[in-house]
T-cell receptor, first 111, second 113 residues
Framework: GQSLEQPSEVTAVEGAIVQINCTYQ??????LSWYQQHDGGAPTFLSY????GLEETGRFSSFLSRSDSYGYLLLQELQMKDSASYFC????????????FGPGTRLSVLP | ETGVTQTPRHLVMGMTNKKSLKCEQH?????MYWYKQSAKKPLELMFV???????ENNSVPSRFSPECPNSSHLFLHLHTLQPEDSALYLC????????????FGPGTRLTVL
């Protein structure tokens, strides 16, 4: 079957750095994306990796290793507003017809 | 209106009712999606439309019926639902079907009694 695994919860303090891991088992791989979802809100796109390496977007960075079927989202200089759920997602076909999402990681940022 | 909008935001229906969820995107995108988000489960992709052409998803029960009259509008018609269908139904769009960045609407919280 197809599955993505993420830690269910992560807690950190303001100003800290946190890493949210994602491992995947899918029939195909055409990119790993990350989304943020606040309680009661819509998922919002954060970043995308198609090739191995690190992509940086402000305080957020995302990493991919296709040989390890593994990626992570790195959040730096944590702020209270970063408390949310974070989902990784894999597009597993070349036609954009199937996206598989992870179960989500709930991040709590403490003062 | 900007982005992706969904109506209604909340819906309570009985198992014998027929209702429809509406999604509208104001982004000029060519692909639209329906997702189901249940508590403690990953988002599940239900349907994909690209340029108003539907991509079949055989795992979705026939009591869910999508409709895409044009590239800006997407509907999900519901009939004879079950209590386990209670969930948040999210609509999303992307510039094209192969694009990894999707823009989500706020969702419709559906409760089936």
């Amino acid at each position: 079957g197809q599955s993505l695994e993420q830690p269910s919860e992560v807690t950190a303090v303001e100003g800290a750095i946190v890493q949210i891991n994602c491992t995947y088992q899918t029939s195909g791989f055409y990119g790993l994306s990350w989304y943020q979802q606040h309680d009661g809100g819509a998922p919002t796109f954060l970043s995308y990796n198609a090739l191995d390496g690190l992509e940086e977007t402000g305080r957020f960075s995302s990493f991919l290793s296709r040989s390890d079927s593994y990626g992570y989202l790195l959040l730096q200089e944590l702020q209270m507003k970063d408390s949310a759920s974070y989902f990784c997602a894999v597009r597993d076909d070349n036609y954009g017809q199937n996206f598989v999402f992870g179960p989500g990681t709930r991040l709590s940022v403490l003062p | 209106e900007t982005g992706v909008t969904q109506t209604p935001r909340h819906l309570v229906m009985g198992m014998t009712n027929k209702k429809s969820l509406k999604c509208e995107q104001h982004l000029g995108h060519n692909a639209m999606y329906w997702y189901k988000q249940s508590a403690k489960k990953p988002l599940e992709l239900m349907f994909v439309y690209s340029l108003e052409e539907r991509v079949e998803n055989n795992s979705v029960p026939s009591r869910f019926s999508p409709e895409c009259p044009n590239s800006s509008h997407l509907f999900l018609h519901l009939h004879t639902l079950q209590p386990e269908d209670s969930a948040l139904y999210l609509c999303a769009s992307s510039p094209s079907r192969g694009n990894n960045e999707q823009f989500f609407g706020p969702g419709t919280r559906l409760t089936v009694l």
